[in-house]
Nanobody
Framework: QVQLVESGGGLVQAGGSLRLSCAAS????????MGWFRQAPGKEREFVAA????????YYADSVKGRFTISRDNAKNTVSLQMNSLKPEDTAVYYC?????????????????WGQGTQVTVSS
């Protein structure tokens, strides 16, 4: 079992930056693939980024590639999402998720544990 708590959301102008963090409980954090997803009002939850247990492999949705960076610190049980050049269409609730199985996961149903989410609002 792992518990995930996101932080760092807020209101930012278009072109600005935010850094989201996710703190995980449990001694087996380093064995989980970690991901970030987002959900805008009236839309399905969508994949944003994922990172392997070692941090050596990452994968991004095309919509955020080159603007967002996912990273993790296994010593501190945290995963982060640095978001630059934010756009109004990035507005959503952002969720941190953990996956038990091997391999990066790209869909919500591949992840086993979820945080409560943090709101990101980008104004134009």
């Amino acid at each position: 079992q792992v518990q995930l708590v996101e932080s760092g959301g807020g209101l930012v102008q278009a072109g600005g930056s935010l850094r989201l963090s996710c703190a995980a409980s449990g001694r087996t954090f380093r064995s989980y693939v970690m991901g970030w997803f987002r959900q805008a009002p009236g839309k399905e939850r969508e994949f944003v980024a994922a990172i392997s247990w070692s941090g050596g492999s990452t994968y991004y949705a095309d919509s955020v590639k080159g603007r967002f960076t996912i990273s993790r610190d296994n010593a501190k049980n945290t995963v982060s999402l640095q978001m630059n050049s934010l756009k109004p269409e990035d507005t959503a609730v952002y969720y941190c998720a953990a996956r038990i199985d091997y391999g990066l996961g790209y869909t919500a149903n591949e992840y086993d544990y979820w945080g409560q989410g943090t709101q990101v609002t980008v104004s134009s």
